[in-house]
């Protein structure tokens, strides 16, 4: 089968698919490179790095793992099996480089992946009050499980455990409000000046009417408030270790959950700002029992969300 790195119109097709992926305030922090029309590099872009927010950069790399999962996605329903190699911050002389990935001899891809793939386009971060109606237990269970095929862990909490980390996202939002830096940094991203990434304000969602809000305070434009779901579903994507390797792996294993989750009719949207307040003050936790924590998702069922910017394929690919 024909190489799709070969033709500019199939890199351009798999680079569509990985700059569909979610990013931390939609920084897109990303840029591919087709060497030799033989395999393509993942670079992080360091203009898109927030810098105060994220000064270990794992926010960026979680973000360019979930762009990695899309591009093997993309390779794969190709009729390719991708073979990735992860460089995390160092490799070639660039220490933007992330990754590679080329393109194998497989056979045709399954249903089951073609599904995934279709669910790229249509996967949102959905900020509207949900309808408090449970996500199944089967269902969670096969996120649980899709989280396992890319080396994380995916811990559901329940009752008081996701009420006291309500509380603990409260606090750290107050916190991080608090930062002149942190709101000088966030602002350039939710201005919505910028019509190709960021948060603008049609999908930063209303304002939630009550103090422990599931869903991130974006100093919103829009004076509506809303109550949303009184007992939030609330999930922690865990990994093994904490770093550069680790970063990289939770991105890809968050889309592969996002993307079923998709499938599943689930909406999903995060509150990772206690993350956000331990990164900036450079704190380090201990190993939990589940790992990790990298991701804190709030799963349910709301209703259709427009989709965030995207910045343009060119942006985003050079050729070398």
Known sequence: MLNPLATHAGARRLITAAGAAPSVHNTQPW??????REYVELHADPD????????RGRSLRISCGAALLNLRLALRVSGHRPVTWSVPGAGDGSPTLLAAVRPASAAPASAAEHD?????????TNRQPFTGAPVPQTVMDELITTARIEG???????????AALLEEVATAEEALTGNRGYRTELARWTSGQSDS????????GPRPIGDLAPVRDFARVTRERVRFEAHPQLAVLTTPGDGPADWLRAGQAL?????????????ASFL????????MRRHTDPRHPG?????IIRLGYGPAVPRAPRRPVPELLRAA
Do not use: E, M
């Not at 840029?31 to 030799?36: A, E, K, M, P, Y």
């Not at 990434?197 to 930063?204: A, R």
């Not at 790992?291 to 991701?295: E, T």
């Open 255 to 267: 889309q592969r959950v996002l993307l079923v989750a998709t499938l599943h009719g689930v909406s």
């Open 31 to 36: 840029r591919f490179i087709v060497r030799h």
């Open 48 to 55: 898109r790095w927030l810098k105060v927010a994220d000064p």
């Open 291 to 295: 790992g990790h924590p990298q991701v």
């Open 152 to 162: 994380a862990a995916l811990v559901p909490l329940r009752a008081p455990a996701s």
């Open 272 to 279: 990772n700002q206690p993350l956000d307040l331990r990164d």
């Open 197 to 204: 990434d960021g948060v603008p304000p049609y999908v930063q």
């Open 116 to 124: 995934l793939y279709g669910a790229i386009k249509t996967r949102r």
